[in-house]
Structures are given as structure tokens and as C-alpha cells.
């Protein structure tokens, strides 16, 4: 019989059958939290990936089954499934690329700052594993709070000795989707074709449409600018509020991280002119981290671009932007440095 799934720890069977693919090129991925809302269909678009050679899944909770179950697919990636901590390091070792999704989700009346908590430690724990086992990694950082789980990151990096800034980038592509379907609507454009930076970070406020920026070039109305750079901040509360307690965007956050790992992936293959919106280490604002479109290649971040002219709106909500981030980032540094 033939599979391409193994757990950590199983025999006979698993260890004949995580024989590499006919050497075909690949990149090694681990997905942190893969039995959660968005771990599970993330791990499914990944096994669909054609640059993923080498799948591995991580959680707490039920990885074996997540992991069996995916196996199943007919795509090149071998799947291989890792449970609880005594085998994160297994699941870390050798991997070209790390997204976490590992966290508690928002439930409606919270922030995501509310998260911090629960979160922080967890990041924390994960990251501490990435600077031990697989410190060349890109990481990509979903769990939230976004704009202090990734300064937690770096510091849990900086702590180790292996912090590289053009390696750690947190997760915002979901507002960028989301940014281009609102506005695609609004013009009655495919999606497809709408092009929407967003700058900042990923709460509130300090997610900040550039609608003057929009792609291809248009008009909106100062009510359509209001209507839609609200819309945009709100998505994910939106969505928590419509799930009435049973969680946040999962289906559409997959489908967003799995654009942009595959955009971080291109990048590592050496493809050019791959831009995406990510929360970096930045020198853009006088603030550590910002989102803003960046250049991803062969060592992640290769390059990070300015914001371009903002009309009056747009500063006033950068303002207020930055007023919020400065807290979060600060937050999350002091976590790791206390
Ligand atoms: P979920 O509760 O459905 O899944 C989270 C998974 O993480 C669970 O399977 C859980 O067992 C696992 N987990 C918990 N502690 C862990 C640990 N120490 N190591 C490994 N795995 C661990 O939640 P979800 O809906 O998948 O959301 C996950 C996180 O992503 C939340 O923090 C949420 O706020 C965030 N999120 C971010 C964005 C974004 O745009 N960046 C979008 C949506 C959700
Ligand atoms: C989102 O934007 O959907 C996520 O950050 C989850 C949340 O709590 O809103």
C-alpha cells in the first residue's frame, strides 16, 4: 500500500512511505495550530500548492486525523502530522517556511487586543521552537493580535541571536481580499482586477485603506471612501459578529494565507516583481513595524515600499493609525523583555 501521510511517532508502515517525491523541487512548509478553524483549510490549499513538497502539521489537538485526511489528496505534497509539544521540534526542523495560525479566535464584544493574553504566550512558545530548529524560516504570523504578536516574535528572535527583520512578516492579505471585494462591489468590477494597498496593521483603525491608491485608477465619493474604509476595518468583526460566538474568519483567512505563503514562496524560488501587503519591520513611519506593500524574494523581504501621496483622509486615519500601533507594538515588546 502506498500513502503519503505519516504522524510523528507512528512505525513500519509511515516510515517506508515519507520517501521524498522523484526529486522534484519543493519547499518545506509547517503550519502552526493546522486542526484549527484556519489551520484546517489552510493545510488543504497547501497540499494543493505545486511549490510544496513537504507538508507538516502541528497542533495540540487532533493532528492525526487532520493529517490522514489530507494525505488523502492526489497532490505532490507529503503530509506528515505532529502532536503536542514533545514533537514541535520534529515539525520544525528543516522547514523553508512557518505560518502560524496557533490562537485563540475573537468571540463578538472583544477585540482582538482581548486575545493578547492567551496569545502572546502561545507565539511566544511557537517562536522560541522556529529560532531553535529552523532559524532561516520565513514566518508568517496570523494569530492575533497581529500588531503585537510580531514584535513578540522579534524579540523572542532578537533573544536567540537569529532575528533576520526580512523574515518575520505578520498576516494582513485578509484585508487586502477583503479591501478588493468591498471595492470591486462598490464599482461593479470583478474582484479580480481591484488592486487595494492597505497599510498599518490588523485591528480597527490601524487597518488603513489607500482608496486614492486603488487599482485600476478610479473616483469614489467622500460617502463611498467613509462607507468602504469602514467596511474594510471592520471585516473581521463583521464576520465574528456573524458567527455569533462559534469564532472568526477561517475560510477566507485560509484562503488569504495561502496567497501570501504562496507569494513568500515565489519569492524563495527567486520569481520576480512578487509585491504583497505584509506587517514588517519597517522605517516607512517612525514606528518599528508597519504594513505596507513590500518586494518578496530569495531572502524574504527584499524590498519595502513608501506609502505614496495620501490625501487628507488617508493622513488623518494614518494619525490614528499610528497612535494605536505604537501601543501594540510596545505591548508586545515589553511581554518578552519584562
Ligand atoms: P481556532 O481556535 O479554530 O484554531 C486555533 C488552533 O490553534 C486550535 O486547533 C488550537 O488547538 C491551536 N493551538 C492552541 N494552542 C496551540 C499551541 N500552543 N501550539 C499549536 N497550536 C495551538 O482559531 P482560528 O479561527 O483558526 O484562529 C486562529 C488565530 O488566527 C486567532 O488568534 C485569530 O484571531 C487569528 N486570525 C487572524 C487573522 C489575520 O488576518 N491575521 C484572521 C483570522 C483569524
Ligand atoms: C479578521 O480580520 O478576520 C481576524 O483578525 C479575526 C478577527 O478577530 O477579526
Known amino acids: 500500500p502506498s500513502s503519503n501521510s505519516q504522524m510523528e511517532g507512528s512505525s513500519g508502515l509511515g516510515m517506508a512511505n515519507c520517501r521524498a517525491k522523484g526529486g522534484s523541487p519543493g519547499f518545506k512548509v509547517a503550519i502552526l495550530g493546522a486542526a484549527g478553524g484556519i489551520g484546517q483549510p489552510l493545510a488543504l490549499l497547501m497540499k494543493m500548492n505545486p511549490l510544496v513538497s513537504v507538508l507538516h502539521l502541528y497542533d495540540v489537538v487532533n493532528t492525526p486525523g487532520v493529517t490522514a485526511d489530507i494525505s488523502h489528496m492526489d497532490t505532490g505534497a507529503v503530509v506528515r502530522g505532529f502532536l503536542g509539544p514533545q514533537q514541535l521540534e520534529n515539525a520544525l526542523t528543516g522547514m523553508d517556511l512557518v505560518v502560524i495560525p496557533a490562537g485563540v479566535p475573537r468571540k463578538p464584544g472583544m ?186 524574494g530569495r531572502n524574504g523581504v527584499e524590498e519595502i515600499y513608501s506609502l505614496g501621496p495620501l490625501n487628507e483622509y488617508e493622513r488623518a486615519g494614518l494619525n490614528k493609525a499610528k497612535e494605536e500601533l505604537a501601543a501594540s507594538i510596545q505591548k508586545g515588546v515589553t511581554f518578552i523583555r519584562k
Not at 477583503?178 to 494597498?197: I, Q, S
Request: hydrophobic share 40%; charged share 20%.
Open 111 to 296: 477585540t482582538r487586543d482581548d486575545l493578547f493574553n492567551i496569545n502572546a504566550g502561545i507565539v511566544k512558545t511557537l517562536c522560541e521552537g522556529i529560532a531553535k530548529c529552523c532559524p532561516k524560516a520565513i514566518v508568517n504570523v496570523i494569530s492575533n493580535p497581529v500588531n503585537s504578536t510580531v514584535p513578540i516574535a522579534a524579540e523572542v528572535f532578537k533573544r536567540a541571536g537569529t532575528y533576520d527583520p526580512k523574515r518575520l512578516l505578520g498576516v494582513t492579505k485578509l484585508d487586502v481580499v477583503r479591501a478588493n471585494t468591498f471595492v470591486a462591489e462598490v464599482l461593479g468590477l470583478d474582484p479580480r482586477e481591484v488592486d487595494v494597498p492597505v497599510v498599518g496593521g490588523h485591528a480597527g483603525v490601524t487597518i488603513l485603506p489607500l482608496l486614492s491608491q486603488v487599482k485600476p485608477p478610479c473616483s469614489l465619493s467622500p460617502e463611498e471612501t467613509e462607507y468602504l474604509t469602514s467596511r474594510i476595518q471592520n471585516g473581521g468583526t463583521e464576520v465574528v459578529e456573524a458567527k455569533a460566538g462559534a469564532g472568526s474568519a477561517t475560510l477566507s483567512m485560509a484562503y488569504a494565507a495561502v496567497k501570501f505563503a504562496d507569494a513568500c514562496l515565489r519569492g524563495l524560488r527567486g520569481d520576480a516583481g512578487v509585491v504583497e501587503c505584509a506587517y514588517v519591520s519597517s522605517q516607512v513611519t517612525e514606528l518599528p513595524f508597519f504594513a505596507t506593500k513590500v518586494l518578496l
